[in-house]
């Protein structure tokens, strides 16, 4: 650690530490309030909440700034999609491919909804049209990363000099939303279609806390973290690949694409010199994505500086609300139905509210703790992170400059 001129600069090894307390105090805090429980609240949002409050509250009495090195919660989010790609069968990809492109569909759509929503309300306040962009695809769907890239573009051609607070407090505050709003949607859906699982499936992302499958040997993790590793390797020489053809993709995008090709393309009976199987959908893998994925949002979370986001709170908080309005809309009317009102549709459900005003790892999360609660949907865990993590950032990508040239 290190203090200078205000801020104490906490390093990458404390700062993992910190994301490890903080799942642990969410986990606590959420086996002591019963609604969040209820309401499937992920056990990270929960810890990472409390804690930004209380680092904004330091800040205020202080003035002391915090800011956590992040580079190994990056790593995280490597781990935890290439689980998701290992995990994915091409039996199932082949099944939901229907349902794929009907929520891939309602997503680009919803896409266009939430820019025109945003350039609306920013226009209510006089403000102009890349502002609402910004309160749009930009940080919403986009999230952190998509607004951290365009800010500068928008500040420098349209002359938005607050371009990267607005963003960045857009994303922010998006997240919040994000990640409260998935799990009650799920609840209210599966309690009143009194929907369930149809059949009883292992997690796909952490385990039951009964039964043999909570059993896991030191050899069955390490072959899974071998596993995954073997993946990345592959997907940081494909991600390579692509860089030379002139596409850039985030790495964990390339990482899921290559656990998917080794767990299709590896015949069953493959002799592995670790003497296993290749570790699909075993307990072990489930475990690992449930650590990377919790710590990697609890991190995200405990991070978040709400001191520097209140000056822009009217405007901000006002087009949020009617983003969030619309995302619940779209969700509820639009999403589970066309997802055919099962129980897989409900858990889709609470990914899409994860995704709309958040980010790939909330919807993950979102469903993960709605799973736990009510029981396994591998299709929800199948299609949710290809819509999410691939197709969206290549439709923002054109709906982006489309929108900012005609508004």
């Not at 592995?272 to 609890?298: C, H, N, Q, V, Y």
Request: charged share 10%; aromatic share 10%; proline share 5%.
């Amino acid at each position: 650690m290190e203090f200078d001129n205000g801020i104490l600069h906490i390093s990458a090894f404390i700062s993992v530490t910190m994301g490890i307390i903080v799942l642990f105090v969410g986990k606590r805090v959420n086996g002591l309030i019963r609604f969040l429980q209820e309401f499937s609240i992920p056990e990270p949002v929960t810890g990472g909440l409390i804690f930004s409050v209380m680092i904004a509250l330091l800040y205020v009495v202080t003035g002391i700034e915090i800011e956590f090195e992040l580079k190994a919660r990056d790593f995280l989010l490597v781990y935890f999609f290439t689980t998701i790609g290992i995990n994915a069968s091409l039996k199932d990809l082949v099944k939901d491919g229907k349902p794929l492109i009907i929520l891939l569909t309602i997503t680009i759509g919803y896409m266009v909804v939430q820019n025109l929503t945003g350039i609306s309300v920013a226009a209510a306040f006089g403000l102009a049209a890349p502002v609402g962009m910004l309160g749009g695809s930009v940080s919403l769907i986009g999230g952190h990363g998509t607004a951290i890239a365009w800010a500068p573009r928008i500040a420098a051609d349209y002359g938005i000099a607050n371009a990267m607070e607005v963003g960045i407090a857009c994303a922010t505050f998006g997240l919040i939303l994000a990640s409260i709003m998935g799990g009650p949607i799920a609840k209210l859906l599966i309690n009143r279609y009194k929907l369930q699982p149809t059949v009883e499936e292992p997690l796909d992302v952490g385990v039951s806390d009964s039964g043999p499958e909570s059993r896991i040997g030191h050899l069955d993790f390490l072959d899974a973290i071998l596993a995954i590793h073997i993946c990345v390797v592959i997907g940081l020489l494909l991600n390579e690949q692509l860089e030379d053809l002139g596409l850039q993709l985030p790495l964990f995008v390339t990482c899921l694409f290559a656990g998917i090709l080794m767990t299709n393309l590896m015949p069953k009976n493959f002799p592995r010199f670790s003497g296993t199987k290749w570790p699909s959908r075993k307990p072990a893998i489930s475990l690992i994505a449930d650590i990377s994925l919790g710590t990697f949002l609890a991190m995200s979370l405990m991070s978040m500086q709400l001191w520097t986001m209140v000056d822009l709170a009217g405007p901000i908080f006002t087009i949020l609300g009617a983003q969030f309005i619309v995302a619940l809309a779209v969700t509820l009317f639009v999403v589970f139905p066309a997802m055919g009102k099962s129980y897989d549709a409900a858990v889709i459900c609470a990914g899409f509210g994860g995704i709309s005003l958040g980010s790939t790892p909330t919807a993950m999360a979102n469903m993960s703790a709605v799973a736990q609660r009510y029981g396994a949907s591998h299709t929800a865990f199948i299609i949710v992170p290809l819509v999410c993590a691939f197709f969206i950032d290549l439709a923002n990508a054109v709906l982006i400059p489309f929108f900012l040239a005609r508004f």
